[in-house]
């Protein structure tokens, strides 16, 4: 029998998630006031604590969306905690995200929480569970460049401001490439109960490869060259410029060596 002690504690926000969020604002707040004797450092963990934050986000909103759209075992499953140890595959939500993320700054999430889609009735409702978390990283991504557009930039510090500034590219890069309508990624999750069924079952088995089709495409020098001028040119329309990104990239990749204390305006 569910009681509603058990409905609360399927409900309560995991320790792992706020320690992750402790991490976030601890480092920040280096990052901030210039605390580390190694910027890159601060930056690194402030930067990578937050996208892991984004990552649990993005989850939990697939998980609530299918909560009130009808599959009322989410709760059970742990995915209303925020707790990524509670995700399906912790592999794909979150080290392959970070990895992708350490190699080559692009922010991808990968499939994580398990959802009983026959429990779900409705073609719309079933779209709306996909595009939930890719959703989660545009408000993100609005978050993170309020300040740039919003032309308040007085009075932060050029290192914070340049990891702001490579956070919010992980977030639009993460919004852009998880709505591809690829099997395997959101996109296509918002079409395939619009998809004939026939259809679906042959395009089923790829679905375990689209995000390391995505990541392997985006290694093509053309390809990748093509996609981040998109990114640079969304991006300068919420106030950031590519040197922001590129200074905050710079010093994430800490063991690639300092950036250019000039180019990037940080005495180092």
Not at 16 to 31: H, K, N, P, Q, R
Not at 52 to 77: F, M, P, Q
Not at 205 to 227: D, R, S
Request: glycine content about 10%.
């Amino acid at each position: 029998m569910t009681t509603a002690t058990a409905r609360n504690s399927d409900r309560r926000v995991s320790p792992v998630f706020l320690g992750i969020v402790a991490v976030m604002a601890v480092t920040g707040w280096a990052v901030w006031t210039d605390f580390a004797a190694k910027p890159g450092i601060g930056v690194f963990l402030f930067v990578t604590a937050a996208w892991v934050v984004s990552l649990c986000l993005h989850e939990y909103a697939h998980a609530r969306t299918a909560l009130h759209s009808g599959d009322i075992s989410i709760g059970a499953k742990g995915y209303l905690t925020l707790n990524p140890l509670k995700y399906t595959h912790a592999l794909l939500s979150i080290v392959l995200p970070v990895i992708f993320v350490i190699m080559g700054g692009i922010g991808l999430p990968g499939g994580a929480v398990f959802i009983e889609r026959g429990r779900i009735q409705g073609r719309w409702k079933h779209s709306l569970i996909s595009a939930a978390g890719p959703l989660t990283n545009v408000l993100f991504a609005v978050v993170c460049t309020a300040p740039f557009w919003l032309h308040s930039l007085d009075g932060v510090p050029p290192t914070f401001r340049y990891a702001l500034a490579f956070l919010a590219m992980l977030q639009v890069t993460a919004a852009i490439l998880n709505f591809l309508p690829i099997p395997g990624l959101d996109g296509y999750g918002v079409v395939e109960p619009w998809l004939s069924y026939s259809f679906r079952r042959q395009v089923e088995p790829f679905a375990q490869w689209g995000l390391l089709a995505v990541f392997a495409l985006l290694w093509i020098p053309e390809v990748n060259h093509v996609f981040f001028d998109m990114i640079d040119w969304i991006l300068g329309g919420l106030g950031i410029q590519p040197g922001e990104t590129g200074c905050g990239q710079a010093f994430y990749q800490f063991w690639k060596g300092s950036p250019d204390p000039g180019f990037c305006g940080v005495t180092q």
